[in-house]
């Protein structure tokens, strides 16, 4: 008898996004970003290596990460083609399945790099080379694919994939008590297990899991039979006087079980939480279910930003000590925000707690979204919260992680956005359209709302199967101050009805029942705790879950970092610069600049009235660069 169990994401095709924020975001992904990043695949080698043509000696050399971008674009892709068709993009991905099927090796092994780079090779620098991270996003893209087109043809070439790894890392295999330095393989086999029902699979996540961190060390029995220092040797020059330090880069300091704190690079332990979540679900498993929620909150207690953003050290892409979040130097690696709305969405499924749906939304409408251009086109790989100027979005990048996983989230966010059980259907976030449920015999709840504009939401019934009482579980928003809920008209009592942050709410639904909930959309200032020492005296200033920021661009050339908001300023809302987005107004004050040729002075600064206009973090850096900050002095 199983004693963890889990609410299940709708699928693509049971919820329908159609609002004014989302939809046209959607959008803009399918017809702008997903071709813009074939383009890129297609003429920055990715696809072309696929073809073994390489010798040594030739340009170009294929990279190792190069597969996993295949495989999140494919996955992109293959979320769109589930809902709109599109038969020359079809065709384009079928090329790439088809260009990996050529590549594979006749004992299923498929990697370019350790093909024609570095033959005969394969699987002995797990540390560093990223070979079953790329397997695990080539899993990924599969089990995707077949799921919107129903073919097996990229799920066959990724099972003799899995199958080789299965011998080789199992028991007597070549590989035994291995894991990789790049965690997702372990997420990947469990979705894998689930689309084909083969146990194989999960079994060989939970071992790999199990063995991460334990004594002696893999990886360095690895660096030792191998004799040379590995792919990163160059990048990390002091790794092995630093090993303490570098152990826990990847999370394999300790056993998962025994581990407290987060620590490391911030992708990867991520991708590691994600499958800890999935296997404590799947093979009944409350110590990794509990080791999940102590590093939550050693996460959400003094190392994630406001943004939702993970990783404050650039030097690891990964976190630094509790309350060390500076602005300026912040990484906040945009694949890091994408793992953390995916690590959530698990954690509110098997907890039911509104507090990781809070999370969950705060990172997607800021650390996420901010990670690509207005038009799609162009992207972040880290988000600073303050900026000197000299921040732009770049078109592609030479490790290309982030592009293609931020196409593949927003186009499956449905299934972030709801999740259903036998007899629940939960609201995560309040997105405009209509979604189709199973719980309770089956209804369609239409969504009417304008967030994150306007705080109403609207949901209405129809095409009710049965007669039978079910729940519906409205998320409860942190940043709503007050909220209210009407069913038929009738106000519900919250207090009666709100349970770990969800209104609750049994019934038997009947066609045209409507659910009515008011938000407080008014703007708020955050404060940090005073131990985050970039933000002592600062405030951040909110509307809904959209934090906002200062661009220079709007200060008529006065840096962002010179304003300083009065306490007793009132925030307003008025139509913002930027299309569609609202900006939050206030009475400031600007600091003048010293005399010329003073650097430093004993006197009181100077201050003049600034009228301030704060846009969303995520419309940044859309308008040319300009200064930037999050956090502004209050006085």
Known sequence: MTTISTL?????????????????????????????????LRTGGQFEALRLAWRPGDPGEPHIFWESDIGKWIEAASYTLATHPDPDLEASVDEAIDLLRGAQQPDGYLNTYFTVVKPGERFTDLRDAHELYCLGHLI????????????????DIVRRYADLVVREFGPGGSCEGGYDGHQEIELALVKLSRATGDARYVELAKRMIDARGTQPYYFEAELER????????????????????????????????????????????????????????DTDDPGLLSACERLWESMVGGKMYVTGGLGSDPSIEGFSAPFDLPNYTGYGETCAAIGLVMWAQRM?????????????????????????????????????????????????????????????????LQTYAYAQGDDELAVHLYIGGSVTTTAG?????????????????????RDVQADAA???????????ATTSVRVNGEEIALAEVVRDGYARLTREWAEGDVVELSFDDAPFR??????????????????????????????????????????????????????????IAA????????????????EDPRLQPQWIRAIPYFAWANRGQSTMAVWLPER
């Open 8 to 40: 299940q994401p709708l699928a693509l095709r049971d919820a329908v996004i159609a609002d004014g924020f989302w939809a046209p975001r959607r959008e803009t992904v399918r017809a702008h970003t997903i071709p813009q990043q074939e383009h890129q």
């Open 140 to 155: 990924e893209g599969a089990v995707a694919h077949f799921d919107a087109t129903g073919s097996t043809s990229f799920l």
């Open 226 to 281: 191998r004799g040379t220092p590995g792919y990163f040797s160059r990048e990390f020059r002091n790794r092995e006087q630093q090993a303490e330090r570098f152990r826990e880069y990847n999370q394999s300091h300790l056993p998962v079980r025994e581990q407290s704190e987060i620590v490391g690079h911030s992708v990867r332990a991520m991708y590691m939480l994600i499958a800890m979540a999935d296997l404590a679900v």
């Open 348 to 412: 509110a499924n098997i907890t039911r707690d509104g507090r990781y749906a809070d999370v969950l939304e705060r990172a997607l409408y800021n650390g996420v979204l901010a990670g690509a251009s207005s038009d799609g086109v162009c992207y972040f790989y880290g988000n600073p919260l303050a900026s000197a100027g000299d921040v732009h979005r770049h078109e592609w990048f030479g490790v290309a992680c982030c592009p293609p996983n931020l196409a593949r989230l927003l186009a499956s």
């Open 441 to 461: 015999g089956g209804a369609t709840v239409d969504v009417a709302t304008a967030l994150p504009a306007d705080g109403r939401v609207a949901l209405t019934f």
């Open 470 to 480: 079910w729940t519906l579980a409205l998320r409860v928003p942190a940043w709503s």
């Open 526 to 583: 955050v404060r940090a705790d005073p131990r985050v020492a970039a933000d002592a005296g600062r405030v951040a200033l909110q509307r809904g879950p959209l934090v906002h920021c200062l661009e220079g661009v709007d200060l008529d050339g006065v840096p962002a970092h010179s304003i300083v908001l009065p306490r007793e300023a009132a925030l307003v809302v008025e139509e913002g610069p930027v299309a569609g987005v609202h900006a």
């Open 587 to 602: 009475d400031a004050r600007r600091v003048e600049p010293l005399a010329d040729g003073q650097l430093y002075s004993t």
